[in-house]
């Protein structure tokens, strides 16, 4: 297999075995096998079959509730409005963000779910995106992947309203009084070198918590996804939103998330994934270690669609797909057969003018020059 990149992972005397039993997969629902087992099947017969199979992975179903959304402070820009909110996502988590209205545009007016990057400060979640950085730790870390900007600030001031909360894990819902970390603390108070300190006891904590999810019942994904969701409703309760164009985007672990967005939830109109996309064996043998993370972790879905297939069973969502050239997360060989399978899936569908893969000569980032192809996208398909 030539990946066009040095292996990282590989599985030392352990290898062949791990290729002997992905050997063994059925991956009955990736879209190019069943579409070539079932030539006199419809597109929409295999996204319905691939979507059941996904929500069943996720494992986690927490019901309706009531939001009791509130808004804790309202804060005037020249070009938006910034509410700190809380709203419930389930009956035991209540989830902080924040939602931003522009100004300069009629309302109501298109809105975006803008995911926060896995990998950086964990102790910062949504401030990653939003306002004025809240700490040396989240300006330095804008500076590398976002040219400095905040993300969500960005897309209100471009007309866009905007939600943004913390990861399950992240910021103000990172763990506390455990692994050495204190019962109470307050990262915009610490020196950097304290965050990284701290980092390094979030990240020997994750795996923990995979399992305690895991006894739970659930998955990290399936937390993840439902807080996502809910989202949605939070936006649909807004006044200043248009209900039918809703979109959503992240780079990295927000661009995973928003392709599992884009894949289940119907009232996502437009995606724009950025910095994860590509093929499961190629990233077998390419980075486990560095790139797939606790999201990832779906037992009874992977042996039965590909990563690629997320996006597909999208269609016919508009959504756009950004992988740097130079990205070291992924290979090229992963991120090139992944778009061939969407372009062709959404070609199936009917409708290919609503993919578009962007693969610039560029490092894992979602930088200035990738934010004006993704306004222009969510420009075209949300207004």
Known sequence: MDLGRKPRNLYGSLQPLIEAMRAQRPLDLNAVRWQKEHPDGSFEDWAGQARACLLDGLHYEPGSLDLQASTLERREHEQFIVERIEFNTTPWFRVPGYFLTPKNVPLPAPALVVFHEWGGPMLFGADRVVGAPCHPAVAEHRA??????????????QGYAALVIDAYHFGRRAPRGIGGLPAAYDPNNMGTQAIWNMQRALTELLYLGVRQLNWAGTTWMGVNYWDDSRCV???????????ARIGCTGLSGGGWRTNIMAALEPRIKAAVSVGWMTTSDAQQAY??????????????????????????????????VVLGQDDQLV???????????????????????????????KPHCYDAEIQAEALAWFQTHLG
């Open 144 to 157: 590398i992947y976002t040219s400095g900007r905040a993300l969500a600030d960005w897309y209100a001031a």
């Open 287 to 320: 980075n486990v270690a560095g790139a797939i993370g606790t999201f990832c972790l779906l037992p009874g879905v992977w042996n039965r669609m590909d990563v690629p297939d997320l996006i597909a069973m999208g269609a016919p969502k508009a959504c756009m």
């Open 331 to 361: 290979s090229p060989l992963g991120y090139r057969e992944a778009a061939r399978q969407m372009q062709a899936a959404f070609a199936w569908a009917g409708c290919p003018e609503r993919f578009r893969f962007y693969n610039p000569q």
């Open 233 to 243: 409703d939070y936006l649909l309760s807004r006044p200043e939103v248009d209900g």
